[in-house]
């Protein structure tokens, strides 16, 4: 069993730290200045506080599952703090594996400082939610190196799915699946909000609409647009990530969606006036179903 480090302990990350330590791995993760909570979830996952030196010497993967607006850092700190001088003779560095939403873009300037490193560097996308009882998302990854690319399929044996594609792929899918879930998801919202800024009655007649003319559109608003709002903080990045692998003009459309994840969010610190108004829409939609 490989010893493999996961960071951070968030909601993803501990889920699938949990897969590993079940299946006896033992899993590090690095606990400085993480809150109350996210040491909490690490404790339940069995996984272990280390130093990233110490992550670096005894670990054979690193699995770096974060907001993406942290992704890089991330990697530079793991660089600059992990040493590979305290591994026993011939053991190989760890191999990075970015897992986070980032966009090819960003994820070539990540891989890029992994050039002069010890450390191997694999692209990875996770597509779906945490694991929890049966259900795994699924672990698809890339990199120009087939026989580590197999390595890490081979993962797959701990819990985790894989699918070998090409270089920066792992990414542009990841950015392709999310642009489609996390965009409808977010025009959903963005529409629910506008007509009811024209007024209460607007926002009623929509719903109607929707209900008469396209009922499998209104089943998923009262399906999607309620789990959304304690992730819209961390869309945001994401949705940034879009607009710049889709390109200027088109991919302008994904700058919007980040603001109006952020408008979420900033409405749950606040006034909480547009939640209500969003919360009220899927609760009418569901009555209708
Ligand atoms: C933790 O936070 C303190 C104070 O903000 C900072 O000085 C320190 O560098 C941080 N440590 C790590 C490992 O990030
Ligand atoms: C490919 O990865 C394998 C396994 O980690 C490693 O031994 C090999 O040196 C790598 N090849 C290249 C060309 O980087």
């Not at 001088?85 to 300037?109: K, Q």
């Not at 209900?211 to 903080?233: C, D, N």
Request: net charge negative; aromatic share 6%.
């Amino acid at each position: 069993m490989p010893n493999i480090a996961v960071i951070a302990a968030g909601a993803m990350g501990s889920a699938v730290a949990k897969v590993l330590t079940r299946r006896g791995c033992k899993v590090l993760t690095n606990l400085d200045n993480r809150s109350e909570e996210t040491r909490r979830r690490a404790r339940e996952a069995g996984m272990q506080d280390a130093s990233f030196e110490e992550i670096g010497a005894t670990c054979e993967w690193v699995l770096s599952i974060l907001p993406p607006s942290e992704a890089f850092a991330l990697a530079e700190k793991f660089i600059r703090e992990s040493t590979t001088s305290t591994r026993l003779a011939g053991a190989p560095a760890p191999v990075f594996v970015d897992c986070n939403a980032v966009n090819p873009a960003t994820l070539h300037r990540i891989a890029a400082l992994f050039s002069d490193s010890s450390s191997q560097f694999i692209d990875a996308a996770i597509i779906g939610g945490p694991p929890e009882d049966d259900y795994n998302p699924t672990f698809y990854a890339s990199s120009s190196n087939d026989s580590l690319l197999a390595r890490f399929v081979g993962l797959s044996n701990y819990g985790l799915k894989g699918e070998g594609v090409g270089i920066g792929d792992a990414s542009a899918l990841k950015m392709s699946y999310a642009g489609i879930t996390k965009g409808t998801t977010g025009l959903f919202t963005a529409m629910i909000l506008a007509a009811h800024r024209a007024s209460p009655a607007t926002a009623d007649a929509l719903l109607h609409e929707l209900h008469e003319s396209q009922p499998v559109l209104l089943k998923r608003i009262a399906r999607v647009v309620p789990p959304m709002v304690p992730k819209a903080y961390r869309w945001v990045g994401e949705m940034t990530e879009i607009a710049g692998f889709v390109g200027e003009g088109e991919g302008d459309i994904y700058h919007g969606l980040s603001q109006l994840y952020s408008g979420i969010e900033e409405s749950g610190k606040t006034d909480g006036k547009d939640l209500e108004v969003l919360a009220k829409f899927v609760a009418e939609a569901k009555k209708k179903e």
